[in-house]
């Protein structure tokens, strides 16, 4: 099987391209830049240059591939990343189709869409896909926890920076991570799986949290106490969008988009999905702590 892999260098795509590697097959990595391709290289991938904000030829990158994988998401670029992220799924969807290419795959974000932005560009961007491109497996996850991920970065700068947290009911919604390890084992799996084809695949871990019970739980992993909560009348998720961008050690312009999606609930509401996949995630506790040390190996590194 020949995969490709568009979004290759994020950090879901990075540790996809792996994955498909070692799994034997042929795997193409997209990339805007080849300069920071090097890692995908080593990783047994081939390298196919092309940028999905413009138009182009994808004909090349998508010659003989059985299988492509849409993992491109535009919030760092700002204002109008949307209508950039729709735009790209159209061109892709309609690129994979000319070219034969047997299945998409999309990894987009569990929730209702009309809630943020955010999660309103994610379903957008699998409806511009099922559109224009092959039968598409649309993958829905809400936070993957891994040391590289942007929720990941934020949830950690919250619970080692603040001292304390605005206890809001909106902050009460729940959520349902899943650790990065069994992200990809369904995103490499997909392909696999035939009932997945044209269909939706919530997928989550074990545990269904709410925001707060989040950073609590992040806290009590990195050794320290929960955060104090503090009722702040004025704590509405714009002006903790905008605090989040300036506490997170990651991207400020994803972490505040992040933030605003956090004003429903992001869990599995359809199993059935996930169901067609013999995979048994791990805990949040687990995933949480697979991030952490992957963190701190990735800082002794540099140091």
């Excluded at 209508?83 to 189709?97: I, K």
């Excluded at 009590?220 to 702040?232: A, K, M, V, W, Y």
Aim: net charge negative.
């Amino acid at each position: 099987m020949t995969s490709l892999v568009a979004g290759a260098s994020g950090f879901i795509g990075s540790a996809l391209v792996a994955a498909l590697a070692s799994d034997g097959g042929e795997v193409r990595s997209l990339v805007r830049n080849p300069d920071k391709a090097g890692p995908l290289r080593d990783a047994g991938s081939e390298i196919v240059v092309a940028d999905l904000a413009r138009e182009g030829d994808l004909a090349a990158a998508l010659d003989g591939v059985d299988v492509a994988y849409f993992l491109v998401h535009m919030m760092e670029g700002g204002a109008g990343y949307e209508e950039a992220e729709t735009a790209a799924a159209r061109r892709f969807g309609s690129a994979s189709t000319q070219a034969g290419v047997g299945r998409v795959v999309y990894l987009g974000g569990l929730g209702n869409p009309e809630t943020s932005p955010h999660l309103r560009s994610r379903h957008a961007t699998a409806a511009a896909l099922a559109e224009t491109g092959p039968p598409l497996s649309y993958v829905r996850a809400g936070m993957v926890i891994g040391a590289a991920s942007e929720s990941f970065r934020l949830l950690r700068s919250i619970a080692e920076r603040l001292p304390a947290v605005p206890d809001k009911s909106w902050l009460h919604h729940r959520t349902q991570p899943i650790g990065l390890r069994d992200a990809i084992r369904y995103l490499r799996q997909a392909p696999l799986v035939e009932a997945a084809a044209g269909r939706e695949i919530e997928i989550g871990g074990p545990d269904v949290l709410s925001h707060l019970e989040l950073v609590d739980l992040m806290a009590r992993e990195l050794g320290r106490r929960p955060r104090r909560r503090l009722s702040i009348p004025v704590a509405t998720p714009g002006m903790v969008a905008a605090g989040a961008a300036i506490v997170t050690d990651g991207d400020a312009a994803v972490a505040a988009q992040l933030t605003l999606s956090l004003v429903a609930d992001t869990i599995v509401e359809d199993p059935s999905g996930a169901a067609l996949f013999d995979i048994r995630p791990e805990s949040t506790s687990v995933a949480l702590q697979r991030a952490i040390e992957a963190d701190e190996r990735a800082a002794e590194a540099v140091a």
